[in-house]
């Protein structure tokens, strides 16, 4: 008999209740079906506790992919969520874990489960990484591995998010298979508005979600017709028989085998002490709230979601998981009550629902409806439910809850049920103060409203979806026809402070008063002002941002009201920014006669990363004995170690070890030259929060998580921390900043720079520039194993393997050739991953080096985030003289870039050569300066210092031609290079000059004339919104450097076909894709006779980083010259046969003469002959600005990028979209916090940190490559695209400063003084720069 058998029986028989059907050789799968348990009955007035009567051990079993598994939960805590545990328990590893904060998309799963009120099946998207496996009690999970694989065939879903380009890494894949399963499992007619409305808590960073949309959208029942005609028919997607068969009956599940009616209460006491209850009805859950001993730590499980913001709560000892109370999802519509445990997904359809059909009385529920599809994302509003959001405001005041504002201004009553059964209402406010201890949150009423109320909300946030809100607001108010307010409004706004829900006092103003009148506007806003005091916290946006806002909504609400009445230019102050759905184009030529080169296929993996089946680092099964290690970090910047007690975290389960620099048989350094050096851990030290202390060696991933946060660092001599590039310059400029070499350029015979009274224009100015993080969705991740003789295996995510080696060589002090480095592919770097995996990956053989066991280092989010550097923030100080002919005469630069605490990935060397771009100037000086600071080595971020000092050229030439009252773009085009022209790169400027024609063709495609003109007239009509359009250039001078790059080429000689390995590494951009098109074309074979192998250092030794955007060139490059070798070898053999034999018959006859059929070749540029040359693009982009609160909407993006004859365009498409929508995300949106006291990152997660979403993208996005502009001299034809293209995005900037120009032209500023506008340009700094104030609102 199996324990289990024998525990269920022990109940059994202990309780008295419950018979047990003999068992036949037990099974555990099933055992559940078979246990007979009469029902027992429970009389609360006996002296009977519920405990005794109904609780029973019951595993936990749910099917995944059809089959029924149970969790074994003697092993696995209740704490463990559903990806963890498909990923270590079920090695389901095509299931990502990203954030593990449900803010990314990466863990999707689809389930259906069964609604406990109405009995119906339904089916959703759910992110795994916050849904406890224990909660997944009866569920039907699907993972990306359930629809389809190689193997399998591919599921529709699958296959067109790969034909239509839609994944480069391919980390974001699965997550985004799933959610779309999911969707269309429960939609399954959608529209495509439907369908981008879905995908806004799934990040990609590399697509620019274009490519994504198109695979969906194909699934819309409005689809439009070329869509369709790419991919396949749908029918099959939607199944009708059935979601998943019962393995036991074959027929589809009708949820018997774990009846949801039993008065069984599943119960489950861990190991560890915890417990889970899952009660099947609200009277059980009273009686068992009511069992707890006074003050017990609970928590009360529906969606599970609030985990995903405050994972800090806790710790609880029982867990009560409500999902099968069908009294908490009751909904009734008249009176209208909406069950406590109601999905926000519910809940919006059921307020659309009532808006509909029910009048003026619930009229507003469409503005609900549209407000909740903006709170959290499609994925967590599935599962999360009404009452955990409020329940979350309940606990945490200072929480802008979304629906606690509609609530309030809805004037709805919480209906709140106690153990004594009692139940009361409350308005949401006075239900604050009321303590929920041992008390359900039961339902939600709503009254009517009628005729005469209005109805508005409102979310302010730092991006466009799945963010929380800067302040948000909800109002409703009741009018007569004349305009007068009949009752005391409701003004309900967030994101203010803990205490601050109603401005009490500016609502009884407006009793009586007539809303068209001047004067009513002008109290209520000095009232509202008197009332709104927000809470200072360097996190949240500013004290002053928030209080405008607050003001500013209070006006969008009056407008609102009276926008029939008004004059029209104020009207766009009532509206709120709304986007259609987006569309876009991708133009290129291709030479059919030269593919399969330039044959625009598909990413080679594509289909697997869609499938979960590419292997990513932490996808490697573990090894026998495998132990898994987290970071101790330190949480102060700028002190020294006083003590690490690691005594409590070494008596936690699980733990075997800590390690730290005293375990280091080697250097403390990555760097073999001394310094700058970046330390595995401190040794004694602190310079930034966030540095490695030491690891905590584990049996499981959560034990050593859980064991590191439990050792305890106190610290000595701290200092406050210098955290801002600004405040480096200009208080500890002696200490912390260092001149580097000035570059100095200069043509003969100019005249010197004077002032304005010379005969040059000088024009001054300064701009700042912002850090962004990598954000890869896989994070830094390493393996290391001990193997024999001293060697070690290792797994890196890494773009430099040579690194890695080298890095692992000196900390362990043993010889390079001991290391044998492999990498597969990347789940994304963008630069992150060239210096950063040496700390982390040598950090991890010290490790694997003390335990003599496999250990594996895959960083959390925040830990990877606080850990590691970031792109490098600039500020630039410069000074621009042009003569009368308004052309460039002297530039001269104070660069000032911000390394982080020392300069071991310092950029500011390459930044100077970059501020030229595309303009001449006879004479330039840049000096450079490094700035140190209390914050992790900044490093590499996709276009390095390029994207800065372009970004510094364009914004002089813009504050120039302001200054100067000149059009921009004509001011652009009179100062562009023309060969012989002096560069900062040293050479003159060989031409030729692609800029006049790309522009001309841009202008022309994107009707830029016209669409000035209806700028300039939407911002004569608009007050409050206003559009920007902005038209700029690039160059980027290709630079190989000494760059060495190896390709292996070997020919299998019994069937012919073609394996390949090379020093590149494949991480989203194509690489390998590129190097089969070329290998294939060079051999003259099929592609699908070539296999890309694994990347390593015994193939590829002592090969560079990949970046730059260097490897997709030089990678191809080495192969072409490979394989071009074997041409040759082969060719003496081939005349043999008669000069063109089939490819078989030639290798079977070089095999049969002994010819050896591998080929190498190491490609640098300067020994192959390989050229520098310029790569050219502009970008034409369109804003538009909400004035009174900054939020934007990018309206329409043209790019021209100049790619040379492409080796494949597909692929190169999306490095342009992906690189121009990364490029949105540091100007506009991701904006890096520290602690001013101790220097802690308070952006560190997906909650505070915000990437572009999908609808963050260009409302209408056209790309065309260009092909003209010295096409020669790119490798093979084709130019770089991985970077280049990241530079157009600051076309967006420039718009949005000309938006904000038309905002200030109706304040009457001069249109001549240029003012600044740091970078990202966040909605709080739009606003803020505009100078609108309430002081200039009106009616
Ligand atoms: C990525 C992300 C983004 C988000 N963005 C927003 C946003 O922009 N705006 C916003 O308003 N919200 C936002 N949220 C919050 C989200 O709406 C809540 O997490 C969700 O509604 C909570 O519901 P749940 O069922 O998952 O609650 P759970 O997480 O299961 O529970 C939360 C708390 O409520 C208690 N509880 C749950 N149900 C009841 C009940 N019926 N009676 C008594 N106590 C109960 C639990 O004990 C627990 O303490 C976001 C969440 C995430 C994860
Ligand atoms: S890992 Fe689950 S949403 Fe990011
Ligand atoms: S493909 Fe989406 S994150 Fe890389």
Known sequence: MSQFTKKVKDLCSSSNQTSVKPSRGFDLNDAMERFECPPPTYHPTTSQNIRDVFLRAQPISFHVNGTLVTVDTSQVPPTTSLARFLRSHLHLTGTKISCNQAGCGACVVSTSLVDPASGEERHMSVNSCITPVYKCQGWKVKTVEGLGSQHAGFHPIQQRLAELDGTQCGFCSPGMVMMMNGYLEGHPNPTQKDIEGVIDGNICRCTGYRPIFDAFKSFASDAPPELLRKVNDIEDLVSTDGFFPCPKTKQPCQGRCHPNDSRIIQFIQSKEGNEWIKPNNLEDLLALLDDLAPNSSYRLVAGNTGTGIFNDDGPYKSFFDISAIPELVTITLDPFNVGGGVSLTKFIEILEQQASSKGVDYAHGAQMAKHIKKVANTNVRNVGSVGGNLMLKHAHKDFPSDIFALLEAAQAKIGVKSTTGEILMYSPVDWLSVSMDKKILLFINFPKFTSKHRFMSYKITPRSQNAHAYVNGAMSIQINDNYDVVERPVIVMGGISELFFRPANTENLLVGKNLMARSTLDDALATLESEVVPDSNPVLATIQYRTHLAKALLYKFILSVIKDAVDSSLVSGATQIDRGVSRGTVTYDTDPSQYPMQQPIHKLEGQIQCTGEAEYVDDIPASPGELFAAYVLSNVANADVDQVDTTLAMTMPGVVEFVNFEDIPGRNSTNGTGTPEEKLFTDGKVYYAGQAIGLILAETYEQARQAAKAVIVTYINQSKPILDIRDAVDNHKKTNVRAKVPLVVKKRGIQKANDATGPLRSVQGE????????????????????????????????????????????ALGINMNKINVSVRRLGGAYGGKINQPHFIAAACAVAANKVKRSVRLVLDLQTNMALCGKRVPY??????????????????????????????????????????????????????FDVLTNTPINTYCRAPSSTQGHACSEIMMESVAVALGLDPLEFRLGNLLSPGDPTLQGAPFEGPMALPEIIAALKASCDYDARMAEVSTFNQHNSWKKRGLALIPQRWPQDY???????????????????????????????????????????DVPLDMISVKVSNNFVANSNWVTGGSRGSELVPAAASMACSELVARMKPIADGLGGSPDWLTLIRECDKQGLDLVARHTTVARNDNIKNYDIWGAACVEVEVDVLTGEKNVRRADLVQDTGASISPNID?????????????????????????????????????????????????????????????????????????????????????????AAKEDLQADPTVWYELDAPATNENVQLTTGVTSAHFWV
């Open 767 to 810: 701009f700042e520039i912002g850090s962004q993080y990598h954000f890869h969705m896989e994070t830094q991740s390493c393996i290391v194993r001990p193997i024999e003789e001293g060697q070690f295996e290792v797994f890196s995510a890494t773009q430099h393997m040579d690194g890695v080696q080298k890095s692992i060589a000196m």
């Open 1041 to 1083: 450097g000494g760059r060495k790059y190896t390709c292996q080429v070997a020919i299998y000689t019994e069937d012919g076909t073609v394996a390949i390995s090379h020093g590149g590494i494949e991480m989203g951009q194509g690489l390998n894709t590129k190097t089969v098109q070329v290998v294939a074309a060079t051999l």
């Open 875 to 928: 500020l630039f100080k410069y000074n621009v003289s042009v003569d009368s002919e308004n052309k460039l005469q002297d530039v001269t630069v104070d660069v000032f870039a911000d390394v982080g605490y020392n300069d071991a990935d310092e950029d500011t060397d390459m930044a100077k050569y970059w501020l030229q771009n595309c303009y001449n100037s006879p004479s330039w000086k840049v000096n450079c």
């Open 1213 to 1301: 498409v999306g490095q342009v979209e992906g690189a121009f929508v990364m490029a949105l995300g540091l100007w506009m949106t991701e904006k890096i916090k520290y602690d001013p006291k101790d220097g802690r990152l308070l952006t560190n997660d997906t909650w505070e940190y915000k990437p572009p979403t999908s609808q963050d993208i260009p409302e209408v996005f056209n790309t065309t490559f260009y092909n003209n502009g010295n096409a020669s001299k790119g490798v093979l034809g084709a130019k770089a695209t991985g970077e280049p293209p990241f530079l157009l995005g600051f076309a967006a900037f420039i718009a949005i400063r000309n938006a904000i120009n």
